[in-house]
């Protein structure tokens, strides 16, 4: 199984400031690692996909990058919305796994 | 716009047999290349993906569950169900139900479902 580790896995950031979140995987998995934004109470939600290609209707501040074994997922000017928490995920290789998640905090 | 809802207990005792329905709208089960999946989340813990299958029936399954998960569809209701059996505390969780396309790309809104007595 291929183990996805994030770091940090909590950051305490202003508005306006970049966040950057980075996740390591055990194996070369290509570009083949995606990012979730999952709020309280609601169903993740697909920020990234494939490492870097956006998702219509996610602001352009989200943006991601890597190739192999490292990913980063970038928020380019935090806005409150944006406090949650963010996991990534690969499906490279079966079982698919996730990151443990990384918790943003709106200072 | 392809939506997806689970349904169910939301209480299984021990030892029993958590059963989920996921019914799709707006899509067709049997869309080429799309597969169909249960992930959950455990109360203070990350994402887990359970398993996915195919509208042929062709199913994969995470390992760490994989004696205990059986994956099911119905094209003729559009709907795909998940089974998990001999259940403990540790299944209490979300669980949702996924459209995949390489990615989950599209999520119900998840159903909460606690293991106890």
């Known amino acids: 199984e291929i183990v996805l580790t994030q770091s940090p896995e909590f950051q305490s950031v202003t508005p306006k400031e970049k966040v950057t979140i980075t996740c390591r995987a055990s194996q070369n998995i290509g570009n083949s690692l995606h990012w979730y934004q999952k709020k309280p109470d609601q169903s993740p939600k697909l920020v990234i996909k494939y490492t870097s290609q956006s998702i219509s209707g996610v602001p352009s501040r989200f943006s991601g990058a890597g190739s192999g074994t490292e990913f980063t997922l970038t928020i380019n000017g935090l806005e409150a919305e944006d406090a949650a928490a963010y996991y990534c995920h690969q499906s490279s290789t079966l079982p698919w796994t996730f990151g443990q998640g990384t918790e943003v905090e709106i200072k | ?117």
């Open chain 2, 1 to 117: 716009q392809l939506q997806l809802q689970e349904s169910g207990p939301r209480l299984v005792k021990p030892s029993e047999t958590l059963s989920l329905t996921c019914t799709v709208s707006g899509g067709s089960i049997d869309t080429p290349n799309y597969y169909w999946g249960w992930l959950r989340q455990p109360p203070g813990k990350g994402l887990e993906w359970i398993g996915s299958i195919y509208f042929s029936s062709t199913a994969y399954y995470n390992p760490s569950l994989n004696s205990r998960v059986a994956l099911s569809i119905d094209t003729s209701k559009n709907q795909f169900s998940l089974s998990l059996s001999s259940v403990t505390a540790a299944d209490t969780a979300v669980y949702w139900c996924a459209s995949l396309l390489g990615v989950i790309d599209h999520w119900g809104q998840g159903i909460p479902v606690a293991v106890s007595s």
